[in-house]
């Protein structure tokens, strides 16, 4: 309980360091610091105020670091200003900070790994898979994106289309059950499309209710995963669908496409269709066209040939699929599921036991093994 407490304190007591003059690099340092302190005293003695307790406690472990720091004596008499002991406000300043991060002073993928890190709770190894990079690349990305806006003020906000990437990757990491982190990144955004009239916004929202809605029927009882073919549709939420998709139609009637519209107009042509033998795999591989057309993305390409072995067969499929890096994550599984389309069952079985150890979690790893069991069963009993 104290490390979900912690993780939904933390943008806020950063928000407030931030605002009373501390730069992002040393406030994180100092919220960090803090969060290892309460780790440390909250077992034996919670506070009874947990956000004043973490922000007195940051802002004196930022003031103690700035003393130190014998090239920033001139934040010396900050010490004045320690506020005391008590209630913190009651503020949400995880969007603002969101785009503060976004500093024009960073590269896209610098502004967004460091806003994962910093805001989004992510540990860097999570940030790394999502950008299909080593840990240590990724390590040395944040690193330096935190030098870089060491010492600078941070009253340039950043731009919507890096807020949007940040949101999207921490709405995946949420819903890939790792860390609980979906319904924040749909609040988030809820308040992004109320406070920004922008189609990809919309898109962007549209997309996480249509995901979202599906969640509960995503694993089973032992938690294990349920391929989304295999998923009972009556336990989808009707109504974050029915939501999802009149705000996509809206979005799409703007006639500005952009890469979150054609994701969520996907997610739609799967919610609509009562059972997944009724699924419009034809309009989904135009979308998934557009989508590749829109990001050049080869993980959007590796979606897009297991949509071509619905539309079209797994041969198809297959043919599709030998155009890609067989590098790519998920490719190995890709393969093994278009072979058992196939009729190829040795092949398939092979490719689920390969694809098992290349699993980035555990849920997933337990999903291949048991497929490749499956099908050996099957050939044994032949």
């Known amino acids: 309980m104290n490390e979900v407490l912690l993780r939904s304190l933390t943008p806020s007591v950063l928000g407030i360091l931030v605002r009373r003059g501390a730069d992002f690099a040393a406030a994180e340092d100092a919220v960090q610091d803090a969060?290892?302190?309460?780790?440390?005293?909250?077992?034996?003695?919670?506070?009874?105020?947990?956000?004043?307790?973490?922000?007195?406690?940051?802002?004196?472990?930022?003031?103690?670091?700035?003393?130190?720091?014998?090239?920033?004596?001139?934040?010396?008499?900050?010490?004045?200003?320690?506020?005391?002991?008590?209630?913190?406000?009651?503020?949400?300043?995880?969007?603002?900070?969101?785009?503060?991060?976004?500093?024009?002073?960073?590269?896209?993928?610098?502004?967004?790994?460091?806003?994962?890190?910093?805001?989004?709770?992510?540990?860097?190894?999570?940030?790394?898979?999502?950008?299909?990079?080593?840990?240590?690349?990724?390590?040395?990305?944040?690193?330096?994106?935190?030098?870089?806006?060491?010492?600078?003020?941070?009253?340039?906000?950043?731009?919507?289309?890096?807020?949007?990437?940040?949101?999207?990757?921490?709405?995946?990491?949420?819903?890939?059950?790792?860390?609980?982190?979906?319904?924040?990144?749909?609040?988030?955004?809820?308040?992004?499309?109320?406070?920004?009239?922008?189609?990809?916004?919309?898109?962007?929202?549209?997309?996480?209710?249509?995901?979202?809605?599906?969640?509960?029927?995503?694993?089973?009882?032992?938690?294990?995963?349920?391929?989304?073919?295999?998923?009972?549709?009556?336990?989808w939420d009707t109504g974050s669908i029915a939501e999802g998709v009149a705000i996509l139609q809206a979005a799409l009637a703007r006639d500005r496409l952009g890469e979150f519209q054609a994701q969520a107009a996907i997610a739609a042509l799967h919610a609509d269709a009562p059972t997944a033998e009724e699924t419009d795999w034809v309009q989904i591989v135009e979308w998934y066209d557009e989508l590749a057309r829109l990001t050049d993305n080869p993980i959007v390409r590796l979606n897009r040939a297991v949509a071509v072995g619905e539309a079209d067969g797994p041969r198809a499929g297959l043919a599709a699929l030998a155009a890609l890096d067989e590098s790519l994550p998920r490719h190995t599984a890709v393969a093994a599921y278009l072979h058992e389309r196939d009729g190829d069952l040795t092949t398939a079985a092979r490719l689920y036991a390969e694809a098992a150890q290349k699993a980035p979690n555990l849920a997933e790893r337990d999903h291949l093994t048991r497929q490749a069991a499956r099908l050996n069963a099957r050939g044994m009993r032949r």
């Open 35 to 235: 969060l290892v302190e309460a780790v440390r005293v909250w077992p034996a003695d919670r506070p009874r105020d947990p956000k004043g307790w973490l922000v007195t406690v940051a802002w004196r472990k930022f003031l103690d670091a700035t003393r130190a720091d014998t090239a920033r004596r001139r934040r010396e008499d900050l010490v004045d200003e320690e506020p005391a002991p008590g209630p913190a406000p009651a503020l949400d300043d995880t969007l603002q900070l969101y785009f503060l991060c976004a500093h024009p002073s960073l590269t896209s993928s610098s502004a967004v790994a460091l806003t994962l890190r910093a805001v989004g709770g992510l540990t860097t190894r999570q940030i790394a898979q999502a950008y299909l990079v080593p840990e240590a690349t990724m390590a040395q990305r944040i690193s330096r994106a935190k030098r870089t806006v060491s010492g600078i003020r941070f009253d340039q906000p950043g731009d919507v289309a890096t807020v949007l990437r940040v949101l999207y990757l921490v709405f995946n990491e949420g819903y890939s059950g790792d860390v609980d982190l979906a319904a924040e990144a749909i609040r988030l955004t809820r308040q992004l499309a109320a406070a920004i009239d922008h189609p990809e916004v919309a898109g962007l929202l549209a997309l996480m209710l249509l995901h979202h809605a599906r969640r509960a029927a995503r694993t089973a009882p032992d938690g294990s995963l349920v391929p989304l073919a295999e998923q009972d549709r009556g336990r």
